[in-house]
Each structure stands twice: as C-alpha cells, then as structure tokens.
C-alpha cells in the first residue's frame, strides 16, 4: 500500500498550490483521507480531511477559508488547493489515510512520504 504525495514547491506569499495524493495497492473506499504538516522544530498538525464514503470535509482554524480539501473516487486521489499561502504555511505536507476520521497523526495508519512546500515573504 502507497501513498505518493505531489505537488509541493516554492511560491511566493498570497499564491497557490495544488497538492495531490494518490493511493496505490488498495482502495480506500472506507476510509478517511487527511492531510498533515510538520514546520521545522514543531509537531505534526492537522490541517485538513474527508471522508471517502461522504462529502464530510474538515479543516483546521489555520487554514479555513483558504484551503479546500477534495477526492477523486475513480482514481483514489485526494487534492489539497491551497489559496492565499502564507509563510507560516511552510512546512512539510503528508497525506494520510484511516479507517475512521480524526484530528490526531498518531491515529492514522496510512501515511505518504511528504511533499515539502515553502511560502516566501
């Protein structure tokens, strides 16, 4: 079972990116997807899920309003479109994959490699 994380690069504050993750060996058909980051020196943090049986999405306060979170059931991707990036967006981002959904890394199974996206001012 893979997850292969894409789609991280360098972009200037106030600009986007598109993250993928697509899964391979398995279907997630039951499964919540989520999406993490680790910033240099601090904890893996949630930033945004949803359910891969429902439309249920999740965000974290952080990035409300400027991601949206969304899936592709036919080819077992999720995105993460990520507007208005700050440089405290800057982090590692992985992608994650459970059988039920929740806010805490230590409870995801699945995990990608990582895709690092850096925000300058």
């Known amino acids: 079972v893979q997850l292969q994380a894409s789609g991280g690069g360098l972009v200037q504050a106030g600009g986007s990116l598109r993250l993928s993750c697509a899964a391979s060996g398995r279907t997630f058909s039951s499964y919540a997807r989520g999406w993490f980051r680790q910033a240099p020196g601090k904890e893996r943090e949630f930033v945004a899920a949803i359910g891969w049986s429902d439309t249920n999405t999740y965000y974290a306060n952080a990035v409300k309003g400027r991601f949206a979170i969304s899936k592709d059931n036919a080819k077992n991707t999720i995105y993460l479109q990520m507007n208005s990036l700050k440089p405290e967006d800057t982090a590692v981002y992985y992608c994650?994959?459970?059988?039920?959904?929740?806010?805490?890394?230590?409870?995801?199974?699945?995990w990608g490699q990582g895709t690092l996206v850096t925000v300058s001012s």
């Open positions: 994650a994959a459970n059988p039920r959904f929740t806010y805490y890394a230590d409870d995801y199974y699945y």
